[in-house]
């Protein structure tokens, strides 16, 4: 590496060193968060991993891949990017998990205007942040230095994961029934969804917007947004290891309880959702207060202060509760899966 230079693609604003000087800043944190299965290290053209299938009988692949959206212009504003890498990761292996699959591996590409190690290293620590809270290994990525394409101080922050469940104990929803308890597992706020409508609603165009103090928030406005998405593995892990017979999981993202809900739902059956069985964090207030939004497109945007919902049998919730309890969440029980023809119903 150390002979690597070009003096003509520097002039194009290209700094090839600076690309090798964020990979030694970035290598440490990186291999923090391997776990048993990874071979190598960073340098190589893929990452590789070895997944330990033993005892099962048919071993499924799953994967999820998503970005952190615009809520990197906040990030940008607030020069603030040391959690936004949590957002990433989280998006992706929420998702994963919504299978019964266990999250072994994270990449991640990182696109900017001006490769700075400094801010690199602090995006790649959010990274690395979530995967260890999800309990899987970062074995690659890419940083693609790309002038004249984004501005100098702004950047692109997208990756996927891959997790193994045996097909067995894939979740997919055919068992549920009705009858089945829903348990909904508080959010950190807005999560990773819905900043286009949250910057416009609340005005968020320069740094002084986001340091306002919000006396209904106890905050700044930057604080409470920057908030990064709650990663909820180690919950459904602890679920499935406790013996819980989880029969199905949906992650509340774009599109709120009204499209991500019906998503994990059978034909037949709906989940009967009571809007005042959990707190709808301040925020979601301001938001509706201010851009003067229904209820029910706030529903159908955010995820409203849950961020995952779990169905499983009513006699199972109490022993269910205590378990994500012990895993520091807060469960609340938001309904029921009734029998009827509409995915999900609010009330």
Sequence with gaps: MSQSKSDSYAAAGVDVTAGYEAIKKIKPMVESTY???VIGTLGGFGGLFAPDVSGMKKPILVSGTDGVGTKLKLAFLMDKHDTVGIDCVAMCVNDIICSGAMPLFFLDYLAVGKNIPARVADIVAGVTEGCRQAGCALIGGETAEMPGFYAENEYDLAGFSV??????????????RAGDCLIGLASNGIHSNGFSLVRKVLGIH????LMRYEEALGTTLGEELLKPTRIYVRAVRALLAGGIPVRAISHITGGGLYENVPRMMKEGLTASIRTDSFPVPPIFDLISRTGNIPARDMYNTFNMGIGLVIALPEAQADKALALLQDEGETPYIIGSVTQDREGVVLS
């Design 35 to 37: 776990i048993p299965g």
């Design 163 to 176: 997790g193994l469940v045996d097909e067995a104990n894939m979740l997919d929803g055919a068992s549920l």
């Design 206 to 209: 320069s740094h002084a917007s």
